[in-house]
C-alpha cells in the first residue's frame, strides 16, 4: 500500500466527462488498495472567469476579497471530484486548504505556504476516504483565505506531498509530459523521461508554464520526486528528481519562452552611486519584479538604465518611475510591452564552451534583434520582439538538436 498524492489541472477537471474520467482514475488507484490524497485545479479556465469578473466590480479589486473570490474555483471542482467518486462507488471527502491544515503567511494573491498540519488528512485516511484538497490556497494563521498565485496547484501538491511523506507525487495534465520546449509551439519537441530539478526550475521560471516553479523548487527542498504524466492517458510520463553527476553529451536540455514580457528604460538619470539602488529599492518595496538589468553610461556623466519585467506590472511600475523620474530632473520613462524572453537551460552547459555564442549566432541569422541578454551557470536568456518568440524557441530547438534530444542520464 502506498500513500499518493495526485493532482489534476484545469483541463483535467475541464468538464463533467474529463471529471468522471478522473473520478476512475482515482477509485482504480484506490481499488489497487493506496490512500489517496488529490489536489484539484479549478475547472478549465473558470479562474480567468472569475478574475474578469472581479475587475468588472472593482479594478483593482479588493485584495481580501479577491482571494475569497478565486478560491471558490478550487471549491467547485473539488466537491465534484468527490461526488464523482461517491457516484463510482468509493469514500471521498473535499477539504478546503484551510481544512486540509495549509497555513500560508498573510498576505494576499502570491502568499508562500508556511506549513502543513496534516492532521485532518490522517484522519479523514483513517476512515478510509479518498481526500480531496482544493489547491492554490490556504488559509493564514488570522483564519483568513489566501491564494497562492497563478498555477500554484502544483505547490500544493507537491508541499502536501512533502507534509504527509507520500510515497509518490502525480501531476496529472493535459500534456504527457515535460518536454524539450512547449509541444503546442514546436512540433519538433521531445518528451523528456527525467530532467533535474535545476533545469526544471530554470524552465518554469522562465515561462514553461507546465510546472509552477515553486512546486519544482518545493520538490527540490523536500526530495520529492515529481512524476509528471498525462491526465488522458495511461503512459509514463516525466520524472523531475535530482541529477547525477555524469557529464552531459548536450549543453542545452530545454528551450523556454515567456512572450507576456515588458521593457522599461529610464534614461539621462545622473552617473553616481545610490541612484540604481534607489530605482530597484522603489519597485522591489511595491512588489514589483524585475529581470534583466543594464545599464549603460552616456557621453555627458548620465545613465541610462534598462529592465524588463513581467507586463501585468507594467502600469504599477510606470507610476513608481514617474515618482523616482521627479527627483532627477531631465530624466525620461520609455517602455515596450511586446517583448518576449526565449531562454535556454541546461547543465550541460556549465562544461561546454560557445554555447551563448551559439544562442546569439542562430537568433541573428533568423533575423531576430537581442534587446538585452541575462545568465546564469545553466541557462542564457535573450529579450527579443514578442512576434518573434516562436520562431526563436523553434530555431534555438533546432540549432541544439533538441529535435534528436537523447535523455540525459539522471539517477
Ligand atoms: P494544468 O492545468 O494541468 O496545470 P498547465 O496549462 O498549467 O496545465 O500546463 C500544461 C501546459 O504547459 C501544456 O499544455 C503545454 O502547452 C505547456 N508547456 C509549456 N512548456 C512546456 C514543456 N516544456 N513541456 C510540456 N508542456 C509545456
Ligand atoms: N486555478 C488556479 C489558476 O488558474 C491555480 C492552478 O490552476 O494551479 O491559476
Ligand atoms: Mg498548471
Known sequence: MALIVQKYGG??????????????????????????????SAMGKSTDDLIALAKQICDPPVPREYDALLATGEKVSAALVAMAIHAQGEKAVSLTGGQAGVV?????????????????????LEKDQIVIVTGFQGESPEGDIITIGRGGSDTSAVILA?????????????????????????????????????????????????????????????????????????????????????????????VALADEQAKMVIR???????????????????????????????????????????????????RVLEEIAKMYSGSKIEYNDQIAKVSIV?????????????????????????????????KISCAIAKAQGVKAVNALHKAFELDTVRQPQLV
Do not use: W
Open 162 to 254: 512533502a507534509a504527509i511523506k507520500a510515497d509518490v507525487c502525480e501531476i496529472f495534465t493535459d500534456v504527457d509530459g515535460i518536454y524539450t520546449t512547449d509541444p503546442r509551439i514546436c512540433p519538433a519537441a521531445r518528451k523528456l523521461d527525467s530532467i533535474a530539478y535545476e533545469e526544471m526550475l530554470e524552465l518554469a521560471s522562465l515561462g514553461a508554464g507546465v510546472m509552477h516553479p515553486r512546486s519544482v523548487e518545493a520538490g527540490l527542498e523536500h526530495g520529492i520526486v515529481i512524476h509528471v504524466r498525462s491526465s488522458m492517458h495511461e503512459s509514463s510520463g516525466t520524472l523531475i528528481k535530482e541529477a547525477s553527476t555524469m557529464e552531459r553529451e548536450k549543453a542545452v536540455t530545454g
Open 268 to 318: 539621462d538619470v545622473p552617473d553616481k552611486p545610490g541612484v540604481a539602488a534607489t530605482i530597484f529599492s522603489a519597485l522591489g518595496e511595491n512588489k514589483i519584479n524585475v529581470d534583466m538589468i543594464i545599464q549603460a553610461t552616456q557621453k555627458d556623466g548620465t545613465n541610462s538604465i534598462t529592465f524588463t519585467l513581467d507586463q501585468d506590472d507594467l502600469k504599477p511600475a510606470l
Open 104 to 124: 500560508t503567511e498573510s498576505v494576499y494573491s502570491k502568499a508562500r505556504i508556511r506549513k502543513v498540519n496534516p492532521e485532518r488528512i490522517f484522519k479523514e
Open 11 to 40: 483541463t483535467s477537471v475541464g468538464t463533467v466527462e474529463r471529471i468522471k474520467h478522473v473520478a476512475k482514475r482515482i477509485v482504480a488507484s484506490k481499488r489497487q488498495g493506496h490512500q489517496l490524497v488529490v489536489v484539484v
Open 346 to 378: 541546461g547543465v550541460g552547459m556549465i562544461s561546454q564552451p560557445g554555447v551563448a555564442a551559439k544562442m546569439f549566432k542562430t537568433l541573428a541569422d533568423n533575423g531576430i534583434n537581442i534587446e538585452l541578454i541575462s545568465t546564469s551557470e545553466i
